[in-house]
């Protein structure tokens, strides 16, 4: 299994859009699993998590890694799937749609450590723009390092990651002010 891949094809992305099948690579995160305990988990019938299973395996998000007894066991080919395609419609809508949900997930883990937030709504409207801002800005490296097919680590993809942000601190300072007025520190 590799470590990071860096996904560039708007159909593969449409692949991963639907809800089913980013349920599938999220439990196989976890460890590799068969149809029938992707069934039991996900509570759908079998053909239709088959289905799923060989659309993510046809485009190269899963594979079969062993069996046991009739039944084929499934896991993901990468730790890490990094979605940088170009813009189009249904990609576009599965991208703000995640962009929501990650910005929800950060501003719960800051009210879980503690931290008070004067305007959530604000905050997590805010969160979505500087993501959307810093993965748009960032898309011609990534698609540069996907290009040259290098094999990235989860570790070279953090530091990779922040060094972009870094790269782009400059335009994203009047962002930073605003956070005082939806948080204390």
């Known amino acids: 299994m ?20 980013f349920k599938i690579l999220e ?28 659309s993510l395996e046809k485009a ?5 890694v062993d069996q046991e007894g009739n039944e084929k066991i499934y896991a993901r080919t990468a730790r890490l799937f990094l979605i940088k395609a170009d813009p189009d419609e249904s990609v576009e ?17 800051l009210e879980k450590v503690g931290v008070r937030i004067k305007d959530r709504n604000g905050l997590v409207a805010l969160t979505r723009e500087v993501l959307n801002e810093i993965e748009v800005n960032a898309q011609p490296i990534i698609k540069k390092i996907s290009k040259a097919d290098i094999d990235l680590s989860e570790i ?5 990651l922040n060094m ?9 300072c009047k962002k930073a002010e ?7 520190l």
Do not use: W
């Open 164 to 172: 972009l942000v870094f790269f782009q601190s400059c335009n994203l």
């Open 60 to 64: 190269g998000f899963v594979e079969e």
């Open 93 to 109: 809508q599965f991208r703000r749609e995640y962009l929501q949900v990650e910005a929800e997930k950060l501003v719960q883990i």
């Open 27 to 54: 439990l196989l995160r976890e460890r590799p699993m068969t149809i029938n305990e992707l069934t039991a988990v996900l509570r759908k019938d079998r053909t239709t998590i088959y289905r799923h299973i060989k």
């Open 178 to 184: 605003k956070l005082d007025t939806f948080i204390e």
């Open 156 to 160: 070279e993809l953090f530091h990779l």
């Open 2 to 21: 590799k470590d990071v891949i860096i996904i560039t094809e708007p159909a593969k992305v449409k692949i991963l859009s639907d809800n089913t099948r």
